[in-house]
Structures are given as C-alpha cells and as structure tokens.
C-alpha cells in the first residue's frame, strides 16, 4: 500500500508593530516591527522594512513600547503568600529564626497556593523567565504546569544540622531533577548560604553541577553578621550557629565570598546572590571566576544593609543582574498591597544608584540575566534567533527618553508573549475575542 504522507507543518510569521521596539543591545526603533516564526523572532526593525520581507497577519499594538519579557534572576515564589508578616528586623537572625518557625506551620498547599499567586504576579508584571529557589522541591513539576513563565527552579539545600551525609544531601536533588520532564522549564542547584551548607556539599555541588552543565545559586555575603562570622570568627551568627552545633571549624580569616572559592564553588555557572558586603579583591575574584551576581533592591532596603557595592563590582568587570528575592523580604506598610515586579526592583535600584543610566538598569533585567543563566542570545533580548518571548507597555505621547519611560512603567504590562504565544493579548486582541 502507497504510504500516506502529510506535509511538513509550516510555520507562518505574524508581525507584531509598535511605536517603538526596544531591542535592548540595539539601539530603539521607532515604528519599529517583530517578525515571529513559531517559538522564535525571525527578524527586528523599522516596520517598512519588516513588511517588506514577510508576509503574516500583523499584531498593531499603537502607541506601545515593545521590548524582551523581563528575567527575573532570583526569587522565592513559594514565600509570595508571606508578603507583610515580618516587619524589617533588628537582626538578620532574627529575620532567619522568624521565617524558619512560619515555614515549620505551613503546609504543601500553602506553599503550592503561594507560589502559583506569585508566578501569576511576575506574568502580568512583565517576567517571562524567573530563576526560583525551591524550598520544597515536591512542588515540581505540578506547579510549572500552572503557569506560561520560563522557570529554572534551583532545589534549595542545608546540611548544618541534617544528620544526612553531603553526599546523600546532594543524591536526593540530583535525583529529583533527573525526574523532572524536559521543556519550557528546567533545574539547578542551590546550597542556600556559606553559613547553613557545609564545605563537603559545597564541593560536591561544585563537581556535579560543572559535570552536568547545571546553574548553580546561593546567597552569599548577605549580612554584615555573615560577614563577620567568616572574616573574624565572632559575632552574633557565629555564636547562635555555634550553639545550634554547626561545626565552626571553617570560620575566621577568610571572607564569605573567599570561602565559597576555596569550596570550589565560583565559576561561569554560579548565580551568587546578594553579595552585599566585599572584602579586598573579593569583586576581582568574582570577575576572574565569571561568577553573575544578582542584587534584589527591595529585598536590600528592606534589611537596611549597608551600600550596595555596585561600583567595586561593576568596575572589576562582574556581571550584575537583578531580582525580586521573595514578598518576604519587602516593606509592606498598612493596607499597602505589594507584589513581585521587576519594575520595582529597577525603579528601587534607580533611586539608591541615580548615576546609573537607565538603560543600563534595564539591561540588568534583562540580557545580563540571560548571561547569568546561560542563555546569551536566547532570552532577554530580541535578536533574530531569540525566544519569541515579548512584553507591550503603553508609550506615553511625549517621548523625551524611551529608556526612562519603560523604568518608570507601573502597573501591569499591556501585552505578554511567550514563545510565539500571547499569555496576556493585546487589547486589540482581547477586543476581537469579545465581539
């Protein structure tokens, strides 16, 4: 019998067009226009030019400001349903002691319910891609299906006081991401801190992960307490954690940063989060290793930390990207409702750091992300090539600079993109799905 073959599916481009398109590493492009086959941009420019080349159905979003869905480089979605529970402590062990007692009432459909609100928050606030800690890693894959965002859950790891061995520690993460379906989401590891995870799973995170080709995150030279248990063997973590019997052996004459180098842990593949308090040569020994460092603005105002130190790590050549950090770590006043946004972190950042250019700021949200979790070209940029992964703001009618209206965006995003899908349509769509 003749064998009945159907033809290949072919993909037709659609064409979106703005007032404007922000390519990021590119230059702004006023009438400018995206060409979309399937799951990819197939090319960017001024819409005479796009319309020329390709024949689609064409997406006119008007006076819209169309740019790359924001990367979101790190956040703890199951603590979304914390937001306001703590007011900004005294102590950083204060604040770890608090949230370490409510996490012990809740229960998994906490934790799911919490996360899912904040997944949905980040969408309709313009990430399309967010690097997660998942504290309870039993949540995946169910919740990835309970949302359209691109997550790289990092599986969160201790090992202080577990009776466990590094090894077995490791083995049981290991394991569950090798359960886990390939697709729009994947998996990394994350030993939580210097001062929670021991040296032994540091290394063995070190090895496994650079064998694998798997990102790695942890939160590192948070708190000044942090700091000085490291560089001088004293101070209030240091004698808490000493009295919890963590071994601390390992403490005294090195910096935080410095101890995850002797670990073994700094590397192109590291997202090294926070890093609020440097010790000589500590920001040129993140730059050497190409170890990423996310700062989370809100998350830093909130703990009243000293300076940010941007510029020692900006000029030692570090790669420096933002995210939200958890609503657990935001200042919430009375009747106030908060929420994970990438534009608040940047407006936030913009405030503490007013010499920085806001297209700069911009670029930390998004192609320094995609460095970050090794999607150079792919995310956080459109560029021929790329995710078809797009956000629409509305573009206000005097333009004096593009980059300082998308900063100061608030509210939701008009439009949402992801993977040559509209997760949030326009509303000239949303009008002809109405009538």
């Known amino acids: 019998m003749p064998i009945n073959r159907q033809p290949p599916a072919i993909n037709l481009p659609i064409i979106l067009r703005a007032r404007v398109v922000v390519p990021i590493r590119r230059a702004p492009i006023e009438d400018g226009a995206v060409a979309i086959v399937g799951e990819r941009v197939a090319s960017v420019g001024r819409w005479r030019s796009i319309r020329s080349r390709f024949s689609g159905p064409v997406t006119d979003l008007g006076d819209s400001i169309l740019l790359p869905g924001l990367i979101n480089a790190h956040c703890h979605l199951d603590y979304t349903g914390m937001a306001g529970l703590f007011p900004p402590p005294k102590s950083?062990?204060?604040?770890?002691?608090?949230?370490?007692?409510?996490?012990?009432?809740?229960?998994?459909?906490?934790?799911?319910?919490?996360?899912?609100?904040?997944?949905?928050?980040?969408?309709?606030?313009?990430?399309?891609?967010?690097?997660?800690?998942?504290?309870?890693?039993?949540?995946?894959?169910?919740?990835?299906?309970?949302?359209?965002?691109?997550?790289?859950?990092?599986?969160?790891?201790?090992?202080?006081?577990?009776?466990?061995?590094?090894?077995a520690v490791l083995a049981e993460a290991v394991d569950k991401i090798e359960s886990l379906p390939p697709g729009r989401c994947g998996a990394g590891l994350s030993p939580h801190a210097p001062y929670s995870t021991t040296p032994g799973l540091m290394k063995h995170v070190a090895t496994v992960a650079r064998r694998q080709r798997w990102r790695i995150v942890t939160?590192?030279?948070?708190?000044?307490?942090?700091?000085?248990?490291?560089?001088?063997?004293?101070?209030?973590?240091?004698?808490?954690?000493?009295?919890?019997?963590?071994?601390?052996?390992?403490?005294?004459?090195?910096?935080?940063?410095?101890?995850?180098?002797?670990?073994?842990?700094?590397?192109?593949?590291?997202?090294a989060v926070h890093v609020n308090y440097l010790d000589n040569g500590d920001a040129e020994l993140l730059a050497r290793k190409r170890v990423s460092v996310v700062h989370c603005p809100r998350s830093h105002d909130y703990f009243r930390h000293e300076a940010f130190p941007r510029q020692a790590l900006a000029r030692a050549g570090v790669n420096l990207c933002l995210g939200t950090d958890s609503l657990a770590t935001v200042r919430k006043r009375r009747h106030q409702e908060v929420e994970l946004n990438m534009f608040d972190e940047m407006r936030t950042f913009a405030a503490r750091h007013p010499g920085v250019p806001p297209r700069q700021i911009?670029?930390?949200?998004?192609?320094?992300?995609?460095?970050?979790?090794?999607?150079?070209?792919?995310?956080?940029?459109?560029?021929?090539?790329?995710?078809?992964?797009?956000?629409?703001?509305?573009?206000?009618?005097?333009?004096?600079?593009?980059?300082?209206?998308?900063l100061h965006h608030a509210g939701d995003v008009s439009a949402s993109m992801i993977a040559g899908q509209w997760v949030i349509p326009p509303k000239c769509?949303?009008?002809q799905i109405l009538f």
């Open 92 to 167: 950083f062990c204060d604040w770890i002691k608090s949230i370490t007692t409510e996490k012990s009432c809740w229960t998994y459909s906490n934790f799911a319910q919490s996360w899912v609100a904040g997944a949905k928050m980040l969408l309709r606030t313009g990430t399309t891609t967010v690097a997660d800690i998942e504290a309870i890693p039993q949540l995946l894959p169910e919740v990835w299906q309970a949302t359209p965002l691109r997550v790289i859950s990092f599986l969160e790891m201790t090992g202080v006081r577990s009776r466990r061995t590094p090894e």
């Open 362 to 406: 911009l670029q930390m949200a998004t192609v320094h992300g995609a460095r970050a979790l090794g999607r150079v070209g792919k995310a956080g940029e459109l560029v021929r090539g790329a995710n078809a992964d797009l956000i629409a703001l509305p573009c206000p009618r005097k333009l004096a600079d593009i980059f300082e209206a998308v």
């Open 219 to 271: 939160h590192v030279a948070e708190s000044a307490v942090e700091f000085e248990m490291f560089r001088h063997g004293r101070g209030e973590m240091f004698d808490w954690l000493l009295r919890s019997q963590r071994d601390m052996s390992d403490c005294g004459g090195v910096s935080p940063v410095q101890h995850l180098a002797r670990n073994r842990l700094l590397g192109p593949n590291l997202l």
């Open 429 to 431: 769509m949303r009008q």
